[in-house]
Nanobody, 122 residues
Framework: VQLQASGGGLVQPGGSLRLSCAVS????????IGWFRQAPGNEREGVGCIHADGSTWSAESLKGRFAISRDNPKTTVYLQGDSLKPDDTAVYYC?????????????????WGQGTLVTVSS
């Protein structure tokens, strides 16, 4: 099982970024994929998730700015971030779980990828 997040970088405030999570050895027909982030000095927090049936959920505080989707072969999950703020600066991680309802709580996920750093700054 491998999950690899990519697409991070430097973004200006108000800008957008799309992160990718390449998934292998993990059947997205049965699994949930979550996105999490951890800012320096902060605890890891859930950003959102996509379930096997394609339903998506976002953290209440991030709704309207972050959206999750996946491609048709179900090998890549995306996190689209818009109207980014300096507070969105963090390492972003994707994670997988065969628990059908896994979402914003990190203990529900047992497969993690390496993170990708997003820096929002002018």
């Amino acid at each position: 099982v491998q999950l690899q997040a990519s697409g991070g970088g430097l973004v200006q405030p108000g800008g957008s970024l799309r992160l990718s999570c390449a998934v292998s050895g993990f059947d997205l027909d049965y699994a949930a994929i979550g996105w999490f982030r951890q800012a320096p000095g902060n605890e890891r927090e859930g950003v959102g998730c996509i379930h096997a049936d394609g339903s998506t959920w976002s953290a209440e505080s991030l709704k309207g700015r972050f959206a999750i989707s996946r491609d048709n072969p179900k090998t890549t999950v995306y996190l689209q971030g818009d109207s980014l703020k300096p507070d969105d600066t963090a390492v972003y991680y994707c994670a997988g779980s065969y628990y059908y309802a896994a979402c914003l709580r990190d203990f529900e996920f047992d497969h993690w990828g390496q993170g990708t750093l997003v820096t929002v700054s002018s």
